[in-house]
């Protein structure tokens, strides 16, 4: 009994692992084939030359804005820390509030320069450095840099380049209209100049 039940299932397993055998095989061999086909087309190119397109070179392009953009920060804070101001270390705020107002940073910091030597002749903690709001009947002062950067920057906006006094010239005719010979505009300019060009 048990020789005829080993004589019965040797049959199909003998016939399944044929099938499998030979299917195996059969993959195995087209599988050959083909690598052998696609050696033999990459043969027919190995004298012919292959042409790769360009990338376009907008890379450079946005990298060099976007460093000339993160640059005026480090360009004012390195200023202020060369002259000893008061003020060293708020590139960033001045850059972020300026931006916000659409006006240039460095224009900031240059009337700063010229009114104060940037924050050092001043009254004490009054983080006033463009002598704004000073008059005869007082000066007017602020908590802190953020809020005296602020204040001098929004104001500079409503009132000055919404008229379109944007040029320390412009800026001079209401700002300082009894600076002779145009000396504040001079050096606001001159101070311009050596943030512009990072004469530090």
């Known amino acids: 009994m048990k020789s005829l039940l080993k004589v019965i299932l040797w049959f199909p397993i003998t016939v399944l692992t044929l099938v499998f055998t030979i299917t195996t095989y059969s993959k195995l061999t087209q599988t050959r084939g083909i690598h052998g086909l696609i050696r ?8 012919q030359p292959i042409t790769f397109a360009t990338l376009p070179k907008i890379t450079f392009e946005i990298k060099t804005a976007l460093a000339k953009e993160d640059a005026r920060p480090l360009v004012i804070n ?5 002259y000893d101001s008061p003020m060293a270390g708020m ?6 509030v300026s931006d916000r ?5 460095y224009i900031v910091v240059a009337i700063a320069q010229q009114e104060s030597n940037l924050g050092k002749l001043m009254p004490p903690n009054c983080h006033n450095a463009w ?11 602020f908590d802190s840099w953020n809020e005296g950067i ?7 906006a409503e009132k000055y380049l919404a008229y379109g006094l944007r040029t ?3 800026i001079m005719t209401k700002y300082n209209a009894t ?3 145009g000396a504040w505009a001079k050096g606001v300019n001159q101070f311009l100049k050596d943030l512009q060009m990072g004469t530090l």
Do not use: A
Not at 40 to 47: D, L, P, R, S, V
Not at 91 to 96: L, R
Not at 131 to 141: A, K
């Open 40 to 47: 033999q087309e990459m043969t027919g190119f190995k004298n």
């Open 91 to 96: 590139g960033d705020y001045i850059v972020k």
């Open 168 to 170: 320390p010239e412009e």
């Open 131 to 141: 002598g704004w709001g000073i008059h005869s009947e007082g000066t007017l002062c």
């Open 150 to 156: 602020n204040t001098f920057v929004s104001g500079l």
């Open 101 to 105: 107002f659409d006006l240039d940073p």
């Open 179 to 181: 600076s002779p010979g």
């Open 78 to 82: 390195k200023y202020l820390t060369r």
